[in-house]
T-cell receptor, first 110, second 113 residues
């Protein structure tokens, strides 16, 4: 069964604005990962945050993790049209493979 | 360095036919995975392998079989295709398990009529 649940399901913003996506999960995790999928393509890894970390940055990406609330957020700053894609969170528990949420579809309008 | 390569990219099958999807990785990764992606459902794990010669069931294994005879290859078989198996199939690999990032192939779009 799916562990992560992204919110919102779809998001539309103007170029230059910030985009925030949230992920909630049900059970304790080892780490949480965010992936991007451009239309019709495979998933690309963006960032991994471990359960003992609270925040990580990578370029224009900022990820936070709140294990007490079992939630994570992905912030994309100064969005570009090229950021248009679906974004998935995936959780890792023990030695089990990645369990993905249903994703957030982000549209960045130029 | 090709990464993860899936073959074929597209396929149309008739109900009851069989086929094999091939996944090949050139990164010497131990772990390999097969997911299916359906509209509104995200990715669901079908089968996975933690090393050459090993396989394990995922969330939705029924109707599929897998083999990992060589470390670099992970095959997904459909013995008797059904319309419910119409989906986009993704293969992925990772170096040492779920605590590292996974690398995905470009997907195989399968339609069963």
């Amino acid at each position: 069964s799916q562990q992560g649940e992204e919110d919102p399901q779809a998001l539309s913003i103007q170029e230059g604005e910030n985009a925030t996506m949230n992920c909630s999960y049900k059970t304790s995790i080892n780490n949480l990962q965010w992936y991007r999928q451009n239309s019709g393509r495979g998933l690309v890894h963006l960032i991994l945050i471990r359960s003992n970390e609270r925040e990580k940055h990578s370029g224009r990406l900022r990820v936070t993790l709140d294990t007490s609330k079992k939630s994570s957020s992905l912030l994309i700053t100064a969005s570009r049209a090229a950021d248009t894609a679906s974004y998935f969170c995936a959780t890792v528990t023990g030695n089990t493979p990645l369990v993905f949420g249903k994703g957030t579809r982000l549209s960045v309008i130029a | 360095n090709a990464g993860v390569t899936q073959t074929p990219k597209f396929r149309v099958l008739k109900t009851g036919q069989s086929m094999t999807l091939l996944c090949a990785q050139d990164m010497n990764h131990e772990y390999m995975y097969w997911y299916r992606q359906d509209p509104g459902m995200g990715l669901r794990l079908i089968h996975y392998s933690v090393g050459e010669g090993t396989t394990a069931k995922g969330e939705v294994p029924d109707g599929y079989n897998v083999s990992r005879l060589k470390k670099q290859n992970f095959l997904l078989g459909l013995e008797s295709a059904a319309p419910s198996q119409t989906s986009v199939y993704f293969c992925a690999s990772s170096p040492t398990g779920a605590s590292t990032e996974a690398f995905f192939g470009q997907g195989t779009r399968l339609t069963v009529v």
